[in-house]
């Protein structure tokens, strides 16, 4: 560890506007019945890099932090060659999450849900004593459970059973870290489900998700590094989403840019793309519907199983509420956008050769939807675009380190009893 160091910051209702002492762990504005988020507004209004050595909490200024946890690293943005040329763009800049030595990327879990895990567990209060639960589809799992026990924070993962391939590591998980999975033919919401059971009972906290402003503003590094490496906020930001969290966060790090002053007063255009043929947020956006249209729960799982990008799967996204994605989008500007199964797997291997680096199936779907963009003309050739690869470089970690797979210590049915969970979870941990 660093050093202990809690960042000034207040918090502010986007419900009612007031503003307000983070007591604690809170997710939701206190008193207000109207769904919404709290959003952090830091002190120091303008941010100041604290270096390289700090890893990840070089942003610090800007994170809802009370510490500073070992083993962070940060984004990484650099201007494109390769793949721009290939676009025919004059002002492509990639933000790489991931593992890719050669510039810097040193993340080894490969993914930016370092960037939430970083920032969530250095949000929490060392004094407390509550076992943290986080739900999953994959990526967010592995990241927290790698922080978690390099830095022996108690946590309890909930993932369908289904995904769990992708909780591997270069070294053995400690026992602080403990993994129940919802049975196989379950999703991300059947996670999401087991979790909230989970969080009824004394001694586990919710991590939150979406609501929790460590998440967000951790994911919102991305757009802090690209701003900071080309000096001025993008117009165009391409990422592919799920819940659309990180495009949230993207949206708020721009607010804050623009206060800070020295990066222009541009919105960029949030250009969010879902894997066809699960499509919820697509769906609603394109007639313009503040609520998502009703869908089969078993349809929806069905779309689940049919698309490449599994960490794409949310089926109750933050979209609807103040300052959701829908919020996010009428005042920034963008399009959702799809892509195939099919335009993906093309737009990796286009990446790969013009970059030189494998990159994760969402960061995949948001490509090749850059890819349509520009062939559709609805981006500039000499537009400043920033492109978000939210992990990559695991083919190339994984061929370098012996791999090690986090294995569940229990199987629920997809919808479970409480009372089973509860006696289950008490006997795991020993309470």
Not at 104 to 125: H, I, N, P, Q
Not at 289 to 297: A, E
């Amino acid at each position: 560890m660093i050093k202990e160091e809690k960042t000034a910051y207040r918090l502010q209702s986007l419900v009612s506007g007031k503003i307000f002492e983070d007591s604690g762990w809170i997710l939701d504005p206190p008193g207000e019945t109207a769904p919404g988020f709290v959003r952090a507004v830091y002190e120091n209004r303008q941010l100041h890099l604290k270096g390289n050595e700090y890893g990840f909490y070089t942003f610090a200024d800007w994170l809802p932090i009370n510490r500073m946890l070992q083993g962070s690293h940060p984004p990484v943005t650099y201007k494109s060659s390769g793949l721009a040329n290939t676009l025919g763009l004059k002002n492509l800049y990639i933000t790489f999450s991931g593992y890719w030595p050669e510039k810097g990327a040193l993340m080894c879990t490969c993914s930016f849900k370092e960037t939430e895990a970083y920032s969530v567990c250095g949000r929490l209060d060392p004094g407390q004593d509550k076992i943290l639960v986080v739900a999953s589809a994959g990526n967010t799992a592995r990241s927290f459970a790698r922080v978690c026990s390099d830095n022996n924070i108690p946590l309890l993962l909930t993932v369908p059973e289904d995904n769990i391939d992708v909780l591997w590591f270069d070294r053995p998980i400690n026992d602080n870290v403990k993994l129940i999975v919802s049975r196989s033919g379950g999703d991300y919401f059947d996670a999401i489900h087991l979790s909230n059971l989970a969080c009824q009972l004394d001694h586990f906290i919710a991590e939150g998700g979406a609501k929790n402003i460590a998440r967000r503003d951790g994911m919102g590094t991305t757009v802090l590094s690209a701003a900071t490496t080309i000096g001025e906020i993008p117009e165009y930001y391409f990422q592919a989403v799920g819940s659309g969290t990180g495009a949230i966060a993207a949206w708020e790090a721009n607010l804050r840019l623009i206060e800070d002053g020295r990066f222009g007063n541009r919105k960029m255009k949030l250009m969010v793309s879902q894997n066809k043929p699960f499509t919820p947020i697509y769906d609603a956006w394109k007639v313009d519907s503040r609520t998502l249209l009703p869908f089969d729960d078993q349809v929806a799982r069905k779309q689940v199983e049919e698309i490449m990008a599994k960490v794409l799967s949310n089926r109750k996204p933050p979209y609807s509420l103040i300052g959701g994605l829908y919020d996010a989008m009428k005042d920034a500007g963008g399009d959702v956008l799809l892509a195939s199964n099919e335009e993906a797997i093309k737009a990796a291997a286009l990446f790969e050769e013009t970059e030189g680096v494998d990159i994760h199936p969402a960061a995949a779907i948001a490509t090749a939807t850059l890819v349509n963009a520009v062939k559709e003309g609805q981006v500039q050739k000499d537009a400043l675009i920033m492109l978000n690869i939210t992990g990559g470089g695991e083919e190339r970690f994984k061929q370098k380190n012996e791999l090690h797979y986090l294995k569940p210590s229990l199987v629920f049915d997809i919808d479970p009893d409480l009372n089973e969970v509860k006696e289950k979870l008490e006997r795991l941990f020993q309470l």
